[in-house]
């Protein structure tokens, strides 16, 4: 795992841009594996401004890492919604060549199997990951066996508080969500790994130091080929 330590959260931004922009630079078929929270933000708001300087993302495609589930477009708070108003609505991307699992969909199960067969069909060239406080990467909590592919999940009391600041009252935030499995995280050619603050700190020696352990999933990403840690100096501190 190759680790870029960043004097702050828009050095950060900026170095994850760079990595991106420069894959559809070399590719103009490029397909990005996307994340939502607030990590990616910075980063997606470089994507935008690259937009605007003359980059095209017209046959770009992208695949995102989750979504709550019962929730959808029509809600503001589903990841749909989020990939939206943070990226998609601001570049010249074609909507049709952007996914992220259903969340509304009446037969996850089934969904679950669409989306892995996507996924498959779809070769990422570069994976943008955030870090879960608890290690988690897409929605794979603590346990999810490395060998798991897109599943529902049931969230954490960790991960359902820290996602409550984002939702009206931590009653709003779902119980259950779908995500990419691990094994299908693995699979993209590149993998970008960001975490900003120090709260992200534990997480972070865990996943670059720590025993490759199913207990912290992102710790997986030790054994891929190609991941690049971007961290901030206080996400960093640890390490
Ligand atoms: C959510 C997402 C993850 C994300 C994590 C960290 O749980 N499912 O994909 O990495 O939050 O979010 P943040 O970047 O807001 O700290």
Do not use: W
Not at 7 to 16: H, I, P, V
Not at 142 to 159: A, E, I, N
Not at 160 to 171: G, P, Q, S, T, Y
Not at 202 to 217: D, N
């Amino acid at each position: 795992m190759k680790i870029i330590k960043t004097k702050d959260y828009n050095e950060l931004s900026a170095t994850s841009a760079d990595v991106v922009i420069s894959e559809i630079r070399k590719n103009k078929n490029a397909v990005l594996g996307l994340a939502t929270g607030s990590t990616p933000i910075g980063m997606y708001d470089l994507m935008i401004k690259a937009c605007r300087d003359g980059l095209s993302y017209r046959t770009v495609k992208t695949l995102n890492l989750d979504e709550y589930v019962g929730l959808g477009a029509d809600s503001p708070d589903s990841y749909v919604s989020f990939m939206r108003d943070k990226l998609f609505e601001h570049i010249d991307i074609d909507m049709k060549n952007t996914h992220l699992p259903d969340g509304k969909a009446a037969d996850m199960q089934a969904e679950c199997a669409r989306y892995s067969a996507l996924i498959k069909s779809m070769p990422r060239d570069v994976q943008v990951l955030g870090l879960g406080r608890n290690g988690h990467i897409g929605f794979n909590e603590p346990g999810t066996p490395f060998d798991s592919v897109t599943h529902v999940v049931r969230l954490t009391d960790d991960t359902v508080e820290a996602n409550a600041r984002l939702f009206a009252c931590k009653d709003d935030v779902p119980r259950y969500a779908v995500t990419m499995g691990i094994a299908e995280i693995m699979q993209a050619k590149k993998i970008i790994l960001l975490a900003s603050g120090a709260g992200k700190a534990q997480a972070v020696y865990a996943a670059a130091r720590g025993k490759i352990t199913e207990t912290c999933p992102a710790s997986v990403l030790q054994n891929h080929p190609d991941v690049i840690l971007i961290a901030d100096e206080e996400a960093h501190a640890l390490l």
